[in-house]
Nanobody, 126 residues
Framework: QVQLVESGGGLVQAGGSLRLSCAAS????????MAWFRQAPGLAPGKERE????????????VYSDSVKGRFTISRDNAKNTVYLQMNSLKPDDTAVYYC???????????????WGQGTQVTVSS
């Protein structure tokens, strides 16, 4: 099991940037696929969190949702047990609680992620 703690959220104007961090503890972090998901305000109960980006255990492979491709970059530093999400050209539609998550499989499905952080709020004003 991996414990995850996100940080770096905040309030930013449209067009601005933020960098989220996710600090992990646990010996299995380096073998985990890591991802960022987000949950917009007012999301209907039972609706899945939205996939944002995923990175393989080695960092060699990344996948992004169409809505963030070209604006967001996911990376990881296994020596520091940390995953990052660099968010540029932010839009009001990016407003959400952002969660990092880990899994032993290669997937974008939130239901298949075993470990989750508590989330960090990102608010983008117009």
């Amino acid at each position: 099991q991996v414990q995850l703690v996100e940080s770096g959220g905040g309030l930013v104007q449209a067009g601005g940037s933020l960098r989220l961090s996710c600090a992990a503890s646990g010996r299995t972090f380096t073998s985990y696929t890591m991802a960022w998901f987000r949950q917009a305000p007012g999301l209907a109960p039972g609706k899945e969190r939205e996939f944002v980006a995923r990175i393989s255990w080695s960092g060699a492979s990344t996948v992004y949702s169409d809505s963030v491709k070209g604006r967001f970059t996911i990376s990881r530093d296994n020596a520091k047990n940390t995953v990052y999400l660099q968010m540029n050209s932010l839009k009001p539609d990016d407003t959400a609680v952002y969660y990092c998550a880990g899994t032993r499989v290669v997937t974008t499905a939130p239901a298949l992620y075993d470990d989750w952080g508590q989330g960090t709020q990102v608010t983008v004003s117009s």
